[in-house]
């Protein structure tokens, strides 16, 4: 799965964006221009079996996805609760499964501030019912992430977001465990504290 060649510092090809709730995962494409992200699916959380990620790393390498944002929900101060936790370990674990099934995709870490907000307001503009949202509000919630984060990407001629990696097993070193860093975060990536 090559992405398309580029002169700029980010990955050119269809995308996808995540966004992770406790009971839903919505996903979204965007086309390899990178121009317009689209809702894709809604797949049912499944934090024991993670077969919702089994789903979307399916996607990715059907549909030869280059990279995948996930959304970091942040309070409006921009600190990080428990939802972010929770968004930052869906992205390692990701980063994991794409690992092991040999595709070289990166997960980045993107702002997801107001997302699902944003996703509510636009449904009921559009004509939906309230009741019908939750069928779709969070792929579109996901769409959302994905079209912020293509676009800033396009702005700035840059990667954006912050790049997770698969955690890495214990090193043994003289018979003892190596320290790992707990968050996942490549400390060497290019992308590494640039936010969107």
Do not use: W
């Not at 959380?45 to 790393?57: F, L, M, T």
């Amino acid at each position: 799965m090559e992405a398309i060649a580029s002169n700029d510092d980010y990955p050119r090809g269809t995308k996808l964006g995540v966004d992770v709730g406790t009971v839903r995962v919505g996903v979204a494409i965007c086309d390899p221009d990178g121009i317009l992200a689209t809702p894709f699916k809604t797949v049912s959380r499944d934090a024991k079996k993670n077969s919702d990620i089994g789903v979307i790393v399916r996607h990715v390498a059907e549909l030869g996805v280059v990279q995948v944002f996930v959304g970091l929900p942040r309070t409006m101060k921009g600190e990080e609760h428990a939802s972010a936790v929770m968004a930052t370990d869906y992205a390692q674990l990701l980063a994991a499964h794409l690992q092991r099934r040999g595709l070289d995709v990166p997960v980045n870490l993107v702002d997801e501030r107001l997302s699902t907000v944003t996703a509510h307001r636009n449904l009921h503009e559009a004509g939906m019912s309230s009741k019908d949202h939750r069928k779709v509000v969070d792929q579109v919630a996901a769409a959302g992430i994905l079209q912020h984060a293509i676009d800033m990407q396009k702005a700035r001629g840059a990667d954006v977001g912050r790049r997770v990696q698969a955690p890495m097993p214990p090193q043994h070193i003289d018979g003892a465990s190596a320290p790992l860093p707990a968050s996942g975060i490549d400390p060497h990536s290019p992308t590494r504290g640039r936010q969107l």
